[in-house]
């Protein structure tokens, strides 16, 4: 069934925030869940996207993404008016929320997307929120107000200081837990090795920490085995078991092995779209 965009902006360079028509996944979502999208054709890609917000009485989702490669580029080229033909969700498990009390939130780049929602939610349900979000460049920053808005803390950091303080999101991270009352939960969302670096800073103080990883999936019902990662020595797959994990049990290395694996098809159909 096709899906219609009823809102788009841009957020960043390559960034862009679609609200689509999808009436039973906005009144079912959770935070924490997810939906595969299929632009055109059955056999188009099928790109995984967190629902990043929903309006159950508009019937509408929110969905963020990075024009990075040939669907997501595709995807970025359609406009209010237009239609995505299959959007399958909502998906995953969502996240585990309860009063936790204080609960440090951190996000790099696009990671901010699927990171708002949990944040929220750990919001909603009575928990002092730190957050902590970052990018490489000012550009690059996205969902601060968002953010501002949800947190009892915010701190902004970019890799280059073009914005906020000139740090690695680990660096107030660090802080944070290094203070009198650490706080009970930290959720860590973004690039693999920023997510490796989070959970061993945590590790170092006991603070718990969950992560959503971000693997490639391709049915999102736990067929394939696109999505495998390896937690606490098991075999997991991200659709069906996450795609929220206990960050020091997660095996990033091997993660980042197999996500490297797809670069240079990823590039190749990327290019040969441009052409
Ligand atoms: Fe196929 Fe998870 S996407 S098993």
């Keep these: 069934m096709p899906h219609k965009i009823v809102n788009k902006n841009q957020l960043s360079e390559n960034v862009y925030r679609i609200e689509v028509e999808a009436a039973n996944i906005a ?19 099928r790109i995984p996207l967190t ?27 359609l406009e ?4 995505i033909d299959n959007i399958v ?7 585990h929320i309860e009063k936790f009390g204080t609960v440090v939130c951190v996000g790099g780049g696009i990671g901010n997307a699927p990171l708002l929602p949990i ?15 970052g990018a490489r460049t000012k550009e690059l920053i ?19 200081g073009s914005y906020g303080r000139k740090a690695l999101v680990t660096e107030p991270l660090k802080e944070v837990c290094s203070r009198g009352e650490k706080p009970a939960l930290a959720v860590a969302i973004g690039p693999t090795p920023m997510m490796k670096f989070c959970c061993l800073t945590t590790k170092e103080f006991d603070v718990p920490t969950v992560v959503s990883l971000n693997t490639i999936m391709i049915d999102g019902t736990g067929m394939c ?24 049990k997660v095996n990033f290395d091997l993660m980042m092995k197999r996500m490297n694996a797809y670069k240079d098809l990823e590039q190749e159909a990327l290019d040969k779209y441009k052409e």
Excluded: W
């Design 27 to 45: 009144s079912a979502r959770k935070p924490g869940q997810f939906v595969i999208v299929g632009i055109s054709t059955e056999y188009s890609e």
């Design 51 to 77: 629902i990043a917000g929903a309006d159950a009485d508009k019937g509408t989702i929110t969905l963020i993404f990075q024009a990075v490669g040939k669907s997501t580029a595709e995807m970025a080229n």
């Design 80 to 83: 209010v008016g237009d239609s």
């Design 89 to 95: 969700g909502p998906l995953g498990q969502p996240t």
């Design 119 to 133: 944040a929220k939610g750990l919001k909603e349900a009575g928990n002092k929120i730190i957050s902590i979000i």
């Design 142 to 160: 996205i969902l601060e107000d968002e953010f501002k808005a949800i947190s009892d803390e915010l701190t902004v950091v970019t890799d280059d």
């Design 225 to 248: 085995g696109g999505c495998r990662v390896e937690v606490g020595g098991e075999t997991k797959f991200v659709c069906v078991d996450g795609p929220e994990f206990d960050g020091h």
